[in-house]
């Protein structure tokens, strides 16, 4: 019987590049900034991967299809490289690849890295992109913002409260990533901004103003993945950061098409929250967990992800975010290093960002919003409509706690 | 069936030879169009079984565009008065003709339609049987014979004429959206509409009497091939020279024929020209101005190859047993029609009267926004609307039930609805395969469980509003909403679902059509 993935793997090293609107840079030389700075952590040549997991969402308007043009741009010693690509989890499945081929004894070291060049399409928002030729016939002609707003009114009408206070929450929501994305030098967004500021923005997608969405950005994101034995072995000392769970659920439709599902929260959250939390040992994600990165592509997406990841009683969440729980010196950080809203949206890269900043957290190094001594963080992502969608949860961690 | 005394008092009549109403005003019957017309013999007990209107919810008050162009053309101020229905950009012939057929076909008791005729001079299709895709949207079986009419305003009259001489159990169905330069007398007078008349032998609420049908090259206006818009002539000669010298002896002849005397109607439907014409004409036939049915100027506008039909629904639906009703269409000739009410009308409803219609219009007093939505005004939507908007047309084939019904699944293991219909059964506790059966979705209602209105998303028509919205029998749908505000939508507002034109490929000049969720009356929420 498999007992999952929990501290087989750590990671050795890893890199994230400036994220924002990086008019100066192609996806190759995005890929390049990620990749130098996790192989001079891993204190490695890059002869030393033996496979690489490369995560690309748009390829439409991006590098194009396959593994080929991260092999290229970083003239890899033609390894296997596997593109993967599973909408906004896109880089937490390169880092489940990665993990899965070092646990299972394949390679010693493995890369994961992903990259998302989403500011050459023209214009703001997400690219606009084919639902496949029968979904186009009859789903509507969403949005992202739309699609997520929708979480907005079926939580008001599930739990009997205004909109008007939940718009406050989500508000909140807002103005604690601006909090932290000023002290995050790497995030696209770095301006503090008031409430006032929030709440009186014009309308995207009712009920999410301008400020309840996140950035769309460039970037990249790179893990260089091994064994703890190989880790001690190429001489790494001190602290090391395990891989305790990676989990990911795809929605079958029943969201979409059945009646069990009111909309006011992620299913699939809850069903990957639970089986990371079993991979990883975890009972009590309130008191064991210091921090979480969550997928905050929206305000509201992050206030039912608090209930979803149980650090909020369900109907609980909007009055737990006005409180502060999930503030930097809250019970659990939320989105510490900005999140999607402030640090910035690459698709392809942001699973791995979320990894890089539990990493840097976890080893204490992460500068002016270092928390205290965490020892447990959670990474998770939302990809696709709350209808319909694929999360992944990974929890992170010291090896040996 | 015709009142042998009335019939009696008619032969009098003509054999005094003084009775004729042109002939009492001194004036003579133009020999060319009275004598030649087309006149049929009517099968016995052919009729009409089912009618039905349909006027878009949009209304936009005349005033609106008469102070709009105030700048360009003054004297649309006198005519300033009253509403026209207007298309929202999701709406065109087509998807009002669906909406009148299912409201014609649920209020009728005749036989199922084996002949489907859809007319119209703005079929959104040239080749490509819009009444093939109106049968497929109404899920009637593909045994039945489709034909389109169209060429002239006349089209809608002639069909039903067809429909009435053949006695076979007939869906007639006429809608036009019709533009108008800005600032023209036509944009004012013009309306969006559409009407269906179900006929056939079986279950009459209206027996035929008559029919006669002329031709004249009459040229009043016209629209050249390829043209967007009318090219129209000057209004007092068209009337003077044209419909007082035409209609007038079109409708003598067909009461000649059946009969009958003008003082024998009880409503008087003349369509395709004005109310002043409509007066005179009444008058030079003898017949009483307070008989003339409403030309539905005042909330609706002329709404071309579908407006007799439209007053005759109008009429019908507040008609009693026992009424002579005639229609008279001016369009390049005439094409008129008698009939007469018979007591099956008194136990007859339909299911969405034309009078209620013009009540729960939703009215718009943005002109630019009328103009975009008739393709008058271009719109800088940004860059993110150049997407190209290619219909997969294989993968519609395969998917069409699904996609023109509306028909989702139904499985035969644990029962549950879903839409679309997959291979496997949705049900988390069941999944089993090849266990859906079809299960039409068209005539549920739905409630919605959460919504948005989208001012990111692409749309003709923004904010674009969707949401997801459950069946009352079960099965949910993330659906695009129709025919809603911005701040009407709520968690729980029931929604009825229409046919709506669901994505336009400009480049290929294609649009495709879907289902969407509309407000229902409170009767129908339940």
């Known amino acids: ?401 | 069936m015709f009142p042998s005394r009335q019939a009696q008092l008619a032969v009098e009549g003509r054999d005094n030879g003084c009775s004729h109403p042109l002939k009492r005003l001194g004036r003579s019957i133009p020999n060319d169009v009275a004598e030649q017309g087309a006149t049929e013999k009517p099968l016995t007990n052919t009729g009409i079984t089912s009618i039905a209107g349909y006027l878009p919810r949009l209304r936009v008050a005349r005033r609106v565009i008469a102070d709009a162009n105030k700048w360009a053309n003054p004297a649309l101020a006198a005519m300033a008065k009253g509403h026209r229905t207007s298309c929202t950009p999701d709406e065109d012939s087509l998807t009002m003709a669906v909406e009148a057929s299912r409201s014609c076909l649920a209020a009728g008791s005749g036989a199922a339609p084996a002949v489907v005729q859809f007319a119209s001079t703005t079929a959104p299709f040239a080749d490509r049987a819009n009444a093939v895709l109106l049968s497929e949207a109404l899920t009637l079986p593909a045994q039945i014979r489709c034909a389109d009419f169209g060429g002239f305003l006349g089209a809608g009259m002639t069909a039903l004429i067809d429909a009435l001489s053949s006695g076979q159990p007939t869906l007639t169905v006429a809608a036009d959206r019709r533009s108008a330069k800005p600032a023209s007398a036509l944009e004012m007078t013009l309306g969006h509409g559409a009407a269906a008349v179900a006929t056939g032998t079986q279950g009459l609420i209206a027996q035929l009497v008559a029919t006669h049908a002329t031709a004249t090259d009459f040229v009043d206006h016209y629209r050249a091939a390829g043209a967007e818009i009318d090219y129209s002539l000057e209004e007092r000669w068209v009337r003077d020279e044209g419909q007082m010298k035409i209609l007038p002896s079109a409708i003598l002849a067909l009461l000649e024929q059946a009969g009958c005397t003008p003082g024998d109607i009880d409503h008087v439907v003349l369509s395709g020209i004005g109310q002043a014409a409509a007066r005179n004409i009444a008058k030079v036939c003898g017949i009483a101005p307070e008989r003339l049915v409403d030309p539905l100027d005042a909330g609706c506008g002329n709404t071309g190859t579908a407006h007799g039909l439209l007053m005759l629904s109008h009429a019908l639906e507040q008609a009693s047993p026992g009424k002579k009703i005639l229609v008279a269409n001016f369009a390049q000739g005439t094409q008129c029609i008698l009939l007469e009410t018979t007591d099956a009308i008194a136990d007859w409803a339909a299911a969405n009267p034309v009078a209620a219609q013009l009540e729960n219009g939703c009215e718009d007093g943005n002109y630019t926004r009328f103009l975009a939505f008739n393709d008058q005004l271009e719109i800088d939507w940004g860059i993110r609307a150049e997407r190209d908007n290619r219909t997969a047309l294989s993968a519609f084939n395969r998917h069409r039930k699904t996609i023109t019904g509306f028909i989702g699944g139904k499985c035969t293991a644990c029962g549950t609805r879903q839409f679309p219909k997959g291979p496997a059964c949705v049900n988390p506790d069941c999944r089993s395969f090849g266990t859906l059966e079809d299960e039409p979705f068209r005539d549920k209602i739905g409630r919605v469980k959460s919504f948005t209105e989208d001012w990111l998303a692409i749309s003709p028509n923004p904010p674009l509003m969707y949401g997801n919205v459950a069946f009352d029998d079960g099965g949910v749908i993330m659906m695009e909403f129709t025919d809603f505000e911005p701040g009407e939508l709520a968690v729980g507002t029931p929604v009825r679902f229409v046919f709506r034109i669901k994505d336009k490929d400009p480049k290929r000049r294609f649009h495709r059509y879907f289902w969407k969720a509309a407000p229902v009356n409170s009767a129908e929420a339940g």
């Open chain 1, 1 to 401: 019987m498999a007992k999952g993935i929990r501290d087989k793997v750590v990671i050795l090293g890893m890199g994230c590049s400036q994220f924002g609107e990086r008019w100066d840079c192609s996806a190759e030389d995005l890929l390049a900034e990620s990749f130098l700075e996790a192989i001079g952590d891993a204190g490695i040549d890059r002869d030393q991967i033996e496979a690489a997991w490369f995560g690309l969402s748009m390829d439409e308007q991006n590098l194009g299809k396959s593994g080929l043009s991260a092999s290229q741009s970083l003239r890899l010693p033609n390894i296997p490289v596997t593109r993967v690509e599973n909408l906004c989890a896109t880089g937490s499945e390169a880092l489940r690849g990665a993990v899965y081929a070092v646990a299972s004894g394949a390679v010693d070291i493995a890369m994961a890295i992903g990259v998302e060049k989403l500011k050459d399409t023209g214009y703001g928002g997400l690219p606009e992109r084919s639902k496949g030729t029968f979904n186009e016939l009859w789903q509507p002609s969403a949005t992202a913002p739309g699609s997520f707003a929708q979480f907005a009114s079926a939580y008001t009408a599930r739990h009997g409260i205004e909109m008007d206070t939940l718009k406050e929450a989500m508000a909140h929501v807002s103005w604690k990533s601006h909090e932290n994305g000023s002290k995050n030098p790497k995030a696209h967004l770095q301006r503090r901004i008031s409430k006032e500021a929030i709440l009186n923005a014009p309308m995207v997608a009712y009920p999410l103003g301008l400020f309840d969405c996140c950035g769309v950005s460039d970037g990249s994101a790179c893990a260089i993945i091994t064994t703890p034995e190989v880790a001690r072995r190429l001489g790494r000392t001190g602290d090391l950061v395990s891989v305790k769970a990676v989990q990911l659920a795809v929605s079958n439709g029943s969201e979409m098409s059945h009646d069990s599902w009111d909309g006011s929260y992620a299913r699939t959250t809850r069903i990957a929250a639970e089986r990371a939390y079993r991979e990883a040992g975890i009972t009590d994600p309130l008191k064991q967990l210091d921090l979480v990165e969550v997928h905050d592509c929206f305000s509201i997406t992050e206030l039912v992800t608090m209930e979803d990841l149980g650090l909020s009683k369900p109907g609980e969440g909007f009055r737990d975010v006005l409180a502060g729980k999930f503030d930097a010196d809250g019970e659990v950080a939320c989105n510490i290093d900005g999140g999607l809203k402030c640090f910035g949206h690459p698709i392809g890269a942001s699973g791995l960002r979320m990894v890089y900043e539990c990493y840097q957290q976890l080893l204490n190094r992460a500068g002016d919003r270092q928390l205290n001594r965490p020892t447990h963080a959670l990474t998770h992502n939302l990809g696709g409509f709350p209808n319909f969608n694929v999360c992944s949860v990974s929890v992170l961690g010291l090896l040996d706690t």
